[in-house]
């Protein structure tokens, strides 16, 4: 079956990800031999600064984590650059063995381990469906009674309708019963976290005990909530255990079961990764070290690709910066240029100043897009409009209907007599979240403050460097906030994800039961036709209830020099680190 659109949204302060899969190996390149050794190391300049080991959960999934994470995790598939699902034999396997009711089972294989020599199992299976699932949860979003458990950053719609897996006798397998059909199947489920380390950090003696604390707890009851003191402490630690700047002292937090372990980090500033010797269950990656740059400014990474401090980059552009990039080609480097699968956008909190629709609909009459494109596109592609769809991005079958009939022509244009109108003299206070580290995303929020000020608003920086990002967003305390999503286009859980009532990436507290009813259709949809008239109905409910803006589609530029090969850019939250194997030594 085609899959599309599983958003593996980075949040990020280059763009927002969830990541559920795991390997990050492509097969290995075919070479006559003699023609490259292994061995060596590159350097990667990254735009943010990496800050937790846990790139599932909400306050760790940005896109560095994620693309570490998937450097140093395996699992049973990986995306390649075209979105199309990959399985990774070498790990384990899955499949579908009943169709009604739907079931999949999935087996890892024998001698597959941690770094550290602990086998990967059933136990470690068993906690990444709990995190994913939500299974546990009590929670009632609307009330604001009960306990979400696991803050993790995926949609947990289509697990969460699963039953307590099976757990298979050879201790490395465990069955997943679906109640109902779900359309990312495929896609809906990897290892995550070590078992075993957050059983010890949870005061629990090991992981048959974390096993046994997830049996005997039953599902979640909104209309029953109830206190499990023992799975809090468990998912207290799994949701920020594993967040850092720099290598914890316990070498249990960065454990590894993929190509590269960590082996330095120097705060927000650099990382040293090394090849995990003990790796046999994916491609094996011909480079011995991998170094890791941050740094956010396009002038500073250019300047390291050209004396050689870096080997690789994929700084976000901008048009004020596009010019460094040109001057690159024609010196021993190569320039690639595409359009993510992702898009920059302004997002509206649904509680306080902005508990007032008509408040959010006079701000968003005030955000000049088109200058906002102009100035950060600028002439990087031929038509720098913006983008005028939630769901959906250009060139995709049903972009230009659902736009026509979503409600975005009411923003088309800055209003500010109209903003006005709608404020009745009222003077609010805006504060708005960015990543300060990101020129386009100050760019954008200087433009929206003087803009929104003709209206009479009075908009606060509330702008955060690029590690404290995603944290910051989690926390709230702020009435708007300027990111980005970026993803792949396999499935389409990526849409309840950030739109459903309660739902992981949901920052906002947007709330809508017939957009909810949608999504809780679409999650069953396997026709790819009707899962796009679905999403368009989404799109229309997103619009008229003055959720945020869309800003514009993100451009993407990766550049390289001739000291390396094997590199592949894919225009998902991966970028150039989906095949990391591929890297050679040219």
Not at 309 to 332: C, E, F, H, K, Y
Not at 480 to 509: C, H, K, M
Request: glycine share 10%.
């Amino acid at each position: 079956m085609p899959v599309r659109r599983l958003m593996q949204l980075l949040i990020a302060a280059l763009a927002a990800a969830l990541v559920l899969s795991g390997c990050s190996g492509g097969s290995a390149p075919s070479v006559v031999v003699g023609e490259a050794k292994r061995g060596g190391s590159v350097t990667v300049a990254e735009v943010n600064a990496f800050s937790s080991f846990n790139p599932y959960s909400a306050n760790g999934n940005t896109d560095i984590n994620s693309k570490i994470g998937a450097i140093t995790h395996s699992g049973f598939f990986y995306l390649d650059d075209s979105s199309k699902v990959v399985r990774n034999d070498k790990f384990g396997h899955f499949e579908k063995v009943s169709d009604q009711p739907l079931k999949v089972k999935y087996t890892v294989n024998e001698g597959v381990k941690w770094s550290d020599g602990a086998p990967i199992g059933a136990a470690d299976l068993l906690l990444s469906w709990a995190a994913g699932s939500g299974y546990f949860d009590d929670v009632d979003p609307v009330a604001g009674k009960g306990t979400k458990y696991f803050s993790v950053a995926s949609d947990t719609t289509g697990l969460a309708g699963t039953l307590f897996p099976e757990i298979g006798s050879d201790g490395r397998s465990i069955t997943i019963e679906y109640a109902a059909p779900y359309a990312d199947w495929e896609v809906a489920f990897d290892v995550g976290l070590p078992a075993h380390v957050v059983a010890a950090k949870s005061g629990l003696n090991d992981e048959e005990d974390l096993v046994k604390l997830l049996k005997d707890t039953p599902r979640g009851n909104p209309d029953k909530p109830a206190s499990h003191p023992a799975l809090k402490k468990v998912s207290d630690f799994w949701n920020t255990g594993f967040d850092t700047k720099s290598v914890p002292d316990d070498p249990a937090l960065y454990l590894s079961s993929g190509p590269y372990i960590v082996r330095d980090i120097v705060p927000e500033v650099s990382m040293k990764l090394v090849r995990n010797r003990d790796y046999v269950w994916g491609a094996e990656p011909w480079l011995d070290e991998i170094n890791v740059r941050f740094t956010g400014a396009v002038p500073a990474a250019v300047d390291a690709l050209r004396n050689g401090q870096a080997d690789i980059i994929s700084p976000q552009p901008s048009a004020a910066t596009d010019n460094l990039l040109t001057g690159l080609s024609g010196q021993g480097i190569t320039v690639e240029r595409y359009k993510q699968s992702g898009y920059d956008h302004l997002d509206l909190n649904f509680s306080g100043t902005f508990a007032d629709k008509d408040v959010r609909e006079a701000f968003l009459k005030t955000v000049p897009r088109q200058a906002i494109v102009d100035a950060v596109v600028g002439t990087q592609v031929a038509d720098n409009k913006p983008l005028d769809s939630q769901v959906f991005l250009p060139g995709q079958p049903k972009y230009d209907e659902t736009v026509k009939n979503n409600g975005s022509s009411d923003y088309a244009k800055v209003d500010i007599d109209g903003a006005k109108r709608l404020l009745k003299d009222a003077t609010p206070s805006i504060r708005i979240l960015y990543n300060r580290d990101n020129p386009n995303r100050a760019k954008a929020f200087a433009l929206i403050r003087d803009s929104a000020a003709l209206a009479g608003f009075r908009v606060v920086d509330g702008g955060q460097g690029s590690a404290d990002w995603a944290a910051a967003l989690s926390r709230g305390g702020y009435d708007a906030a300027l990111s980005g999503w970026i993803g792949t286009e396999a499935g389409v859980s990526r849409v309840p994800q950030i739109f459903r009532t309660g739902a992981g990436s949901n920052f906002t507290g947007y709330s809508d039961g017939d957009a909810d009813k949608i999504m809780e259709q679409l999650a069953v949809t396997t026709d790819l036709g009707k899962q796009d008239e679905l999403l368009a109905e989404i799109d229309k409910h997103i619009w008229e209830d003055a959720y945020g803006l869309p800003l514009y589609q993100t451009p993407g530029t990766t550049a390289f020099n001739s000291r390396v090969a094997g590199v592949k850019t894919s225009p998902g939250p991966l970028g150039v680190w989906w095949n990391v194997a591929e890297w050679r030594l040219s």
